[in-house]
């Protein structure tokens, strides 16, 4: 499984490399949820935890009228959901493109937006496996 594809494999999960990598490689197996067909899902919509060992975070996924959409919930801090909307997939990548032309120094926020991971889990929402 170490090079397989993200949505061809029924269980597993990417951490930051693009690789599926499962339990035995040290994976907090509360990621794997999700891809064991059960959908991590609340009365605000459907989620992943961005920082695995921080469940206190969550990213919010749905798909939008033209791309997928994101939104940071933190319990810690409640007007952070009232006080950012939803943010498209375009935005995060341009964000990021930014972010590198302006070399900024430190790890870019826009790790938090996992494309591969919301592709998932809409598609496992709707019960469908073609391509998003």
């Given at each position: 499984?170490?090079?397989?594809?993200?949505?061809?494999a029924?269980a597993?999960?990417?951490?930051?490399?693009?690789?599926?990598?499962?339990?035995?490689?040290?994976?907090?197996?509360?990621?794997?949820?999700?891809?064991?067909?059960?959908?991590?899902?609340?009365?605000l919509?459907l989620?992943?935890?961005?920082?695995?060992?921080?469940?206190k975070?969550?990213?919010?996924?749905?798909?939008?009228?033209?791309?997928?959409?994101?939104?940071?919930?933190?319990?810690?801090?409640?007007?952070?959901?009232?006080?950012?909307?939803?943010?498209?997939?375009?935005?995060?990548?341009?964000?990021?493109?930014?972010?590198?032309?302006?070399?900024?120094?430190?790890?870019?926020?826009?790790?938090?937006?996992?494309?591969e991971?919301?592709?998932?889990?809409?598609?496992?929402?709707?019960?469908?496996?073609?391509?998003?």
């Amino acid at each position: 499984m170490g090079g397989q594809d993200i949505l061809s494999a029924p269980a597993c999960a990417r951490w930051r490399t693009g690789r599926c990598v499962g339990t035995q490689a040290g994976l907090n197996p509360a990621v794997l949820i999700l891809f064991q067909g059960k959908i991590m899902e609340d009365d605000l919509g459907l989620y992943y935890y961005p920082i695995l060992e921080n469940k206190k975070i969550r990213m919010y996924v749905r798909m939008g009228p033209d791309d997928i959409e994101f939104r940071l919930w933190n319990a810690d801090d409640q007007n952070l959901w009232n006080d950012h909307g939803w943010i498209e997939w375009r935005a995060v990548q341009q964000a990021a493109r930014l972010y590198r032309e302006e070399q900024r120094e430190g790890k870019p926020p826009v790790g938090f937006y996992d494309i591969e991971i919301a592709k998932r889990l809409l598609k496992d929402a709707i019960g469908d496996h073609s391509s998003i």
